[in-house]
C-alpha cells in the first residue's frame, strides 16, 4: 500500500474527525452540566450553515473586501446567533422541564429539532444551497512515490478546531464562569447554596456549545461549499457517537472521540469498504463500550450518597 | 366541560369536512401528484408538482374531461418509503383521489403503488425508473419515463466506446434507484468485456466523500459512474476535482437539475459530468408552446415537468375516452392505445412500460448548463 495513499487518507479522517469533534463538544458540555443529551444540536449546526452563508452575502453586500476580515466577522456573527438559538433551546425545551422526569426534556428537544428543520425548509426553501469558492489553493506534502494533499481551508478547519478547544477548556480551568460551570456539575443543589445560579450556569453552557456548533458549521459550508436543511440530522448523530466514544462529559474526550471516528470511517473506506464505514465506526464504539463503559476519557459515575 | 367542547368542535369539523369531500365529488375528478416535495429531492417533486398543474390548467380551461374539471392534490414523501406509504394511504382514503401521479424515488413507488394497485387505482410514474416497478405484475401500474437496464446500458456504452475507458469505478447511495441503475451499468459493462475496478456505496446525507475520492485516485480510475442522485454527485463531483482526480462523472437521470450545479459547489465543478436522460423533451415539437408557456410564467421545464405534464394528458386520455375513473378499465385502455402528449406519441406494453423508449447522453457543461453530447 503506498505510502502517500495512508497519508491522504489520515489528513481525510483527521478533517471529518476535527468536524466531528467541534458538534461533540456541545453534546459533551450539555451533558456534563445537566446529564442530558441535546437533541436540537445536530439542528443548530445546520442553522449555523445557513446563517454563515446570510452573513457572508451580507458582508460582502456593505461593501467589505478583505476576505480574511469577511470571514472572521462572519465567524463571529454566526457564533453570536447559534448562541442565541442554543439559548432558547434551553429556554423553550429544558428549563421550564426542569425537575420533572429525564424523559420530557428529551422529547421537547427531538420536538425542537423538528421544528428547527421544517423552519428552516420553510423559510429557506428545500433545494441545496451553497455559496462560491472564497478560499482556495492546497499544500502539497511530497510522501514516497507521490503526494499528500491537504487544501487551506482544511488547514484552517484543523486549526481553528485545535484553538477553541484550547479556549474552550482554558474557560472551564481558569475562569469563574468555568468554576461555577465545574460546581454545577459536581453538585447542583450545593453549588446554588453556595451562590452559584445554576439556571444562568446552564443556558451558558448551551450557549457556549451552540457557539461550538456555529464554528464547525461556518467551516464546513466553507469546506463542501453546499448544504440543505437535512445536513443536522446524519452529522449530528455521528457527532454525538464521538461524544459518546471519547466519553461524554469530557471536553478532549469529544475531541478525541471525534478524530477516532473520523479517522476510522476514513481508513476503513478507503482500505476496506465504503458501504460498511459506518458499521465498522459503530463496532469500533461498541468494543470500546465493553470495556471502558464510560469512553475513552469519561470517568466512571461516582455514586453519590 | 371545556375538553367536551373541544371534542364537540372536532366532531363537527370533521363532519364539515366529510361534507365538503362528498359534495366535491360531482363534477371535479381528483387526482394525485406524488413525490418528494420537500427534503433534499424537492426539485425534482417541484418538476412533478408543476408539470401537472400546467397540465390540469390547460386541460380544464378546455372543458376539462367530459366537463369535469380535474383537481390535483399534493402529496409529499419526502423520498421515504415508509413516508410514501403514508401518503398512498392518505391518497386513497380520505382524498379519495381517482388516479395518481408519482411517485419520484423508485424507492418510494414500489411501496406506494401496492396501495393503488389494491385499491385499484391507476398508478402512473413520470420518473420511476427502477425495472422492477413494472416487473411486479400489478395490474394499474405505469410508467411515462424509461427503464434502468436501458438506461444503464447507454451509460455503459457511452463509458466504453465513447470515453474508451479502461479503469472504470462504479459507485452508488444504496437507495433502490441508485443502485439498481449502478448494476444494469455494471452487467452491461461486463458484456462489452469490461470490469469495473471498484463497486461501492457512499451514504446518502453525507457530504463527506473525500476517503472514497482518494481511494479512487489510488486505483488510478479513468471514468466514475455514479448511481444516484444530485445530492451527492455534487459534492462527489467537487471532491474528485478538489483531490485532481479529473475522471469524467457519469450518473443517471438522477442529477438533471440545475440544482446538481449548486450541490457541487458552482459550475467550475460540473464540466466532464455527464448524464443518461430521455431525449431531451424541450426539443420535442409537440412540446414547444407548452415549453414556451413555463418559461413565460418564468419557469425551466427541465428534467421530469414535461414528463408529468404527459402523465397527466395520458391520465385525462383514458377517463376520456372509457368515460369512467375505474381502474381496470384505465389501465386496459392504456394498453390497448396510443395517447399523443407534449412529448409526442406514447403507447405502453403489457407490463406498463413505455414502448420504445430512449436514452440521450448529456454534458455538464461550464455555464451550468447541461446539452445533448454529438
Not at chain 2, 114 to 124: K, R
Request: aromatic share 8%; charged share 15%.
Amino acid at each position: 500500500m503506498d505510502l502517500h495513499i495512508i497519508g491522504q487518507q489520515a489528513v481525510n479522517g483527521l478533517i471529518l474527525g476535527s468536524i466531528y469533534g467541534l458538534i461533540a463538544v456541545g453534546y459533551t458540555m450539555v451533558y456534563g452540566i445537566i446529564g442530558m443529551i441535546n437533541f436540537a444540536h445536530g439542528e443548530i449546526y445546520m442553522v449555523s450553515a445557513y446563517l454563515t452563508a446570510i452573513f457572508l452575502a451580507l458582508l460582502t453586500a456593505f461593501g467589505l473586501q478583505s476576505l480574511p476580515v469577511v470571514l472572521f466577522l462572519t465567524l463571529l456573527l454566526t457564533m453570536a446567533f447559534t448562541a442565541l438559538y442554543g439559548w432558547t433551546v434551553e429556554r423553550l425545551a429544558y428549563r421550564p422541564l426542569r425537575g420533572s422526569t429525564r424523559l420530557a426534556p428529551w422529547i421537547s428537544a427531538i420536538g425542537i429539532s423538528l421544528v428547527l428543520q421544517n423552519y428552516v425548509r420553510i423559510s429557506q426553501g428545500a433545494r441545496n444551497q451553497g455559496i462560491p469558492v472564497l478560499l482556495e489553493g492546497k499544500f502539497r506534502l511530497q510522501a514516497a512515490a507521490g503526494t499528500v494533499q491537504i487544501t487551506h481551508v482544511q488547514v484552517v478547519i484543523v486549526l481553528v478546531a485545535l484553538a477553541s478547544m484550547a479556549v474552550l477548556t482554558w474557560i472551564m480551568h481558569h475562569t469563574s464562569l468555568g468554576r461555577c460551570c465545574r460546581a454545577t456539575q459536581q453538585d447542583r443543589r450545593m453549588a446554588e447554596l453556595l451562590g452559584v445560579d445554576s439556571g444562568r450556569i446552564i443556558a451558558t453552557v448551551f450557549a457556549l456549545g451552540a457557539a461550538m456548533a456555529g464554528v464547525a458549521g461556518v467551516l464546513v459550508t466553507l469546506n463542501y461549499g453546499s448544504f440543505d436543511f437535512y445536513i443536522g440530522f446524519v452529522t449530528g448523530i455521528k457527532a454525538f457517537t464521538a461524544a459518546v466514544l471519547g466519553g461524554i462529559g469530557s471536553l478532549p474526550g469529544a475531541m478525541l472521540g471525534g478524530v477516532v471516528l473520523g479517522l476510522a470511517e476514513s481508513l476503513f473506506s478507503g482500505f476496506v469498504n465504503t458501504d460498511y464505514k459506518d458499521v465498522f465506526a459503530f463496532a469500533i464504539l461498541v468494543l470500546v463500550l465493553i470495556w471502558r463503559p464510560s469512553g475513552l476519557l469519561g470517568r466512571p459515575e461516582v455514586e453519590k450518597v | 366541560m371545556k375538553r367536551w367542547h373541544g371534542g364537540l368542535t372536532l366532531l363537527l369539523a370533521l363532519a364539515m369536512g366529510m361534507a365538503g369531500t362528498s359534495r366535491a365529488w360531482a363534477g371535479e375528478i381528483r387526482i394525485g401528484v406524488a413525490g418528494p416535495m420537500s427534503g433534499s429531492s424537492a426539485a425534482f417533486g417541484e418538476q412533478l408538482w408543476r408539470g401537472a398543474q400546467l397540465a390540469a390548467k390547460d386541460i380544464n380551461a378546455q372543458g376539462g374531461i367530459n366537463g369535469n374539471q380535474i383537481r390535483l392534490i399534493q402529496g409529499d414523501d419526502v423520498c421515504e418509503p415508509k413516508q410514501a406509504l403514508a401518503v398512498a394511504n392518505r391518497l386513497v382514503d380520505s382524498d379519495r383521489v381517482q388516479a395518481v401521479i408519482g411517485h419520484f424515488c423508485s424507492s418510494s413507488t414500489m411501496p406506494a403503488t401496492e396501495v393503488y394497485d389494491e385499491a385499484g387505482i391507476l398508478g402512473i410514474t413520470p420518473a420511476s425508473t427502477n425495472p422492477k416497478v413494472t416487473e411486479r405484475g400489478l395490474q394499474y401500474i405505469f410508467r411515462t419515463c424509461g427503464r434502468d437496464d436501458q438506461q444503464g446500458v447507454a451509460g455503459a456504452e457511452f463509458v466504453v466506446k465513447r470515453l474508451k475507458a479502461q479503469r472504470v469505478a462504479v459507485i452508488h447511495d444504496k437507495d433502490t434507484y441508485g443502485q439498481g441503475l449502478a448494476d444494469a451499468m455494471k452487467a452491461h459493462l461486463r458484456t462489452l468485456g469490461g470490469k469495473e475496478v471498484i463497486y461501492e456505496g457512499l451514504t446518502r446525507g453525507e457530504k463527506d466523500f473525500n476517503a472514497l475520492v482518494t481511494k479512487l485516485k489510488g486505483l488510478r480510475v479513468d471514468a466514475v459512474y455514479f448511481g444516484g442522485l444530485h445530492g451527492e454527485a455534487g459534492p462527489l463531483v467537487r471532491q474528485m476535482r478538489e483531490q485532481g482526480l479529473d475522471a469524467p462523472l457519469i450518473a443517471g437521470d438522477g442529477i438533471v437539475s440545475e440544482e446538481f450545479v449548486v450541490a457541487a459547489g458552482g459550475p467550475r465543478y460540473v464540466k466532464g459530468v455527464y448524464m443518461t436522460f430521455g431525449a431531451d423533451p424541450r426539443k420535442i415539437p409537440e412540446g414547444k408552446r407548452v415549453v414556451d408557456a413555463f418559461r413565460a410564467a418564468g419557469y425551466e421545464p427541465e428534467g421530469y415537468t414535461l414528463y408529468s405534464y404527459a402523465t397527466l394528458q395520458a391520465i385525462a386520455a383514458a377517463i376520456k375516452a372509457t368515460g369512467s375513473t375505474e381502474g381496470t378499465g384505465l389501465a386496459q385502455w392504456l394498453h390497448d392505445n396510443e395517447v399523443q402528449t407534449v412529448m409526442g406519441p406514447k403507447s405502453w406494453d403489457a407490463k406498463g412500460d413505455l414502448k420504445g423508449s430512449s436514452y440521450v447522453m448529456y454534458g455538464w457543461t461550464e455555464d451550468g448548463k447541461y446539452a445533448e453530447v454529438q
